[in-house]
């Protein structure tokens, strides 16, 4: 079984690429995925503002396979918690909360300002980059995390990518370690 709980912010579900490959992490039990259904409505409804040639339904979609493909995701019961807790932004504390109530160790996010440590703390919680998430999974356990690219890359038809562009879209994602430690196993997917 897993020995850590990792929450998502809104921020890391954004950008498709990296949701897919979060996703297939999430599936390999190295750690429990968590989320909850207000991060779920931010990165929706930021990726509908800026893709008119979306619908709802299609992101809805997304959600559902989400919530159906990752054991015990969707953290609730963590609303209690919000008011009693201090970030530089208001707006994130209740992903503060859900890792909290989820007994998270990791928020996963790209704003790491808004998660200062000594604001975490307190609750033994650390904010981290992805791309520093990624590269801990790999050193963990590095068959598991290559397997999990694999098929994310596997999954990719339209248009499919070689290794290489699958590595650089990687990078365009603000994933230079986790690339970097990829290239050193390029034959193993």
Not at 50 to 61: A, H, W
Not at 94 to 102: G, Q, T
Not at 143 to 165: G, I, M
Request: hydrophobic share 40%; net charge negative.
């Amino acid at each position: 079984m897993t020995s850590f709980s990792a929450v998502y912010d809104a921020c890391v579900l954004y950008p498709a690429p990296l949701r897919d490959l979060l996703m297939h992490l999430a599936m390999t039990d190295l750690y429990r995925a968590k989320w909850t259904q207000q991060i779920h409505t931010e990165w929706m409804r930021n990726v509908l503002a800026n893709r008119p040639d979306l619908k709802p339904e299609q992101l809805e979609r997304t959600r559902q396979l989400m919530d159906s493909h990752v054991r015990d995701c969707l953290v609730e019961g963590y609303e209690y918690l919000v008011p009693g807790l201090a970030l530089p932004d208001e707006d994130d504390r209740h992903v503060l909360a859900a890792a909290i109530r989820s007994r998270s160790s990791v928020i996963v996010t790209f704003n790491l300002k808004d998660f200062p440590t000594q604001a975490l703390d307190e609750y033994e919680v650390e904010a981290q980059h992805p791309d520093e998430f990624i590269a801990h999974l790999i050193d963990l356990n590095p068959a598991r995390v290559l397997e999990a690219v694999r098929r994310c890359r596997a999954s990719l038809k339209n248009p499919p990518k070689t290794q290489e562009d699958y590595l650089d879209t990687l990078l365009q994602q603000g994933l230079p370690e986790t690339v970097a430690q990829l290239r050193q196993w390029m034959m193993a997917f």
